[in-house]
């Protein structure tokens, strides 16, 4: 049976996060053309390039966590250490905002992301968080019904008309 781990991302695997990213670029740019655009293997567009990894790769406050099995990266936890202090009606709590979660398109159905999330989810805990958040597109029904089976539940919600 393949062994999995979950660890901190690191500078070697900017070329797998970069695969992953214009994987969910593609899933994002599908269910909302309008507003995401196409990468293209003229253009290839990814959400952060790879002077930005580097310097998430290195900051306490924007940890990434990896899933490798066998040596192969299969998905990835972006998240943001965020604290509300010193507001006029919010209570000054620490959050673990999930800024993105990917599991590889070759490795999705088996728990790569359930493992991630639960991982996230015990670093919250034990460095104190209040909350876990995260923002998810209404079009992307996998991806509510994943957070939904984790335990999350609707907290606000962004509301638009399209003009």
Known sequence: MPESVIRRAEK???????????????????????????????????KYTAPELEAMLESEKHPVYVRETDGKIEGYAFCELKRLADDNIFTPILTMYIDDICVDETARGKHAG??????????????????????????????????????MKTQARIMEEVL
């Open 12 to 46: 070697r695997d900017i070329p797998d996060l970069l695969r992953l990213l214009s994987q969910v670029l593609a899933v994002h740019h599908s269910g909302r053309p309008d507003i995401f655009k196409p990468s293209t293997p003229e253009k290839p567009l990814v």
């Open 114 to 151: 359930t493992a991630l999330y639960e991982h996230v989810r015990s670093e919250a805990r034990r460095i104190g968080c209040h909350n876990i958040t995260l923002r998810v597109w209404e079009f992307n029904d996998p991806a509510v019904s994943f957070y939904t089976r984790m335990g």
